[in-house]
Each structure stands twice: as C-alpha cells, then as structure tokens.
C-alpha cells in the first residue's frame, strides 16, 4: 500500500474517510480494505487521521474492521486496532460471530498469537457462543462474507479451532482456559468428536497433538452425541487407528 500517497490523500480531503463506506457496495470503509490486504502502514495512517473519535465502523454484514482482519488472519493490523482503541470487546457481526470466533476458525500461522491478542489484552470472551448456524463459504476461492467453515448454533471459539483444526489457535485457547468440557449444539459433540470428525487426512499430526491434549485434560471419551456415538465410533468410522 502506498503509505505517503493515502496520507496526502487524507490530509487534503479528509472527508473521504466518511465517503468511502456509503459508496461501496458492501460498506466497507477503507479500514476495512486495508484491515483485509494486511496494510498495517494505512491502517495506522487511517487510525491516527480518525483520532479516536468515532465508533468503529462496521459494513453491511455488521463487521468491525477487527472482525475482517481476523477473518484474514491479519496480526499486526489486529495489534494497530488494539493500540488505537479501534474495536468493541466481543462486537457480534450480522451472523452473531465475534472477533475471535474468526481468529480461532483461521489456520494462518498468526492465528495462535490472534486468539491470545484478543483474549488476553482486548479482553474477549473465549465462552461466547454464537447464536445462529452459518453457512460455509462454497467454492476453492469461497465468499468473503462467510466463514471458511460451517458454524453451528451454541459453538464457541474452542469448538471452531477444534472443527478448523486450527492447532495454534487450539493451543492458545487451552492455555488461556477456555472450556474444553462444552458440547455444541445441536449435536451435543465433544470438542474431541469434533476435531476427529473435521480433520481432514493432511493433517493427522495436527490431530494427533490435539486428541492427546484433550485426553490428558481429563475429558470424557465416553461422552454420547445426540445420535449415540463416541470419539471413538468418530475415529474408526473416519479409520483414524492412532
């Protein structure tokens, strides 16, 4: 991003900040954009030309800037957002997600250091659960207005690690005490039935180091689903012998 030429922009029609949002399709503003593309240069820029002085803004899906730099697995704009003040503590988009419930669905490798930013300095919940099912983003390039996975009623940011198989964000979520004993709904799965059954076979390591952590945390294997089955049915039906 061209740093020097967005604050000459900013320093001559200042207004183009409000302008940008109402005249894009989707609303996003242009901290959004540059929150997306990872241009932690601009956002600094747009952070200190705002001032603190406004809510942040969101677009139509209800989005804070946060939401979407922690949909890209964006850190360091992440970390500018924190530094500015610039996001509201467990802010829900138009699909009842948090912030963090983005962070832990990503599998970049700044996803661990995400899912602690927010829950140890921003102060997030790592309890909140989502209200609503979401559908998954369909297609190899998927929608940007939907998570890469499905999202199920009642599903917090430790379900979502687990399903994404997102093994930093797991880790973090663990060290900072996240529950590891609540079932999602509806299913009523275990965080082990669900890493079992959504890890796909690229990553049995990935899925290996997290069953070992869940089993050693005291979690019952035993516990049912609402159709009867174990983590155990799970991995011998997905033929998991480890």
């Known amino acids: 991003g061209d740093i020097v030429g967005v604050e000459h922009l900013l320093s001559k029609s200042p207004w183009l900040l409000d302008m940008v949002g109402r005249h894009q399709t989707r609303r996003e503003s242009w901290l959004h954009m540059a929150c997306a593309r990872g241009h932690e240069g ?11 002085r406004r809510a942040p803004a969101v677009d139509m899906d209800g989005r804070e800037a946060l939401h979407v730099a922690a949909m890209k697995g964006q850190l360091r704009v992440s970390r500018a957002l924190f530094e500015a003040d610039a ?9 009842s997600l948090t912030a963090l419930h983005y962070a832990a669905m ?10 602690r930013l927010m829950v140890d300095r921003m102060g997030f919940d790592p309890e909140t659960r989502a209200t609503q099912a979401v559908p998954a983003a ?18 917090t940011a430790m379900h979502l690690a687990a ?26 799965q275990t965080v082990l039935q669900l890493v079992i059954e959504s890890c796909p076979e690229d990553a049995a390591t990935a899925l290996l180091n997290i069953v070992q952590v869940v089993v050693t945390v005291g979690i019952n294997v035993d516990s049912k689903d609402v159709n009867g089955r174990t983590a155990l049915h799970s991995a011998a039906a997905r033929g998991f012998i480890q």
Do not use: C
């Open 87 to 95: 996001y509201t503590r467990d802010a829900r988009d138009g699909f």
């Open 163 to 188: 399903r994404s198989v997102s093994e930093s964000a797991f880790w973090h979520l663990v060290e900072l005490g996240a529950d590891l004993s609540k079932t999602n709904h509806p299913m009523k």
């Open 138 to 155: 369909k297609g190899s390039k998927g929608s940007t207005r939907l998570p890469q996975i499905e999202v199920m009623e009642d599903e």
């Open 106 to 115: 990503t599998t970049s490798g700044a996803a661990g250091e995400l899912v």
């Open 42 to 52: 601009i956002v600094r820029t747009i952070l200190k030309r705002q001032g603190g």
